[in-house]
């Protein structure tokens, strides 16, 4: 249960950060969050509670099919200005589209 506790503060350390440093320097924050840190502490978390290679991999795999699929979330941000939408709307659209992404994850996970 530590072991746990110890990983949802790390987490929420690194989120809380970043979205404060979004408030300093924007750019700088969106790198940061764009960097696998997440992934590189799950992957190495997983194998260390679960000692097995193979789920591991498949993590991983998951993962790599997984990070271009979520980047459906931010298509309407590029669209907003053009549309004329407000942040409702567009965080909204993009969940929507974030939940078309984890259908295509789930189709393309079934091949590996």
Do not use: C, R
Not at 10 to 23: E, H, K, V
């Amino acid at each position: 249960m530590l072991f746990f506790l110890l990983k949802v503060i790390g987490a929420g350390i690194i989120i809380a950060f970043a979205s404060w440093l979004a408030g300093q320097n924007p750019k700088l924050a969106g790198f940061i969050i764009a960097l696998p840190l997440v992934s590189l502490i799950a992957i190495l978390f997983s194998y260390y509670e679960h000692n097995d290679t193979e789920k591991t991999i498949m993590f991983t795999k998951s993962i790599f099919i997984a990070v271009p699929a979520s980047y459906l979330f931010f298509l309407p941000f590029f669209f907003a200005k053009s549309l004329n939408m407000n942040f409702a709307i567009i965080y909204v659209s993009g969940l929507l589209l974030l939940v078309v992404g984890y259908f295509i994850h789930k189709y393309i996970v079934n091949f590996i």
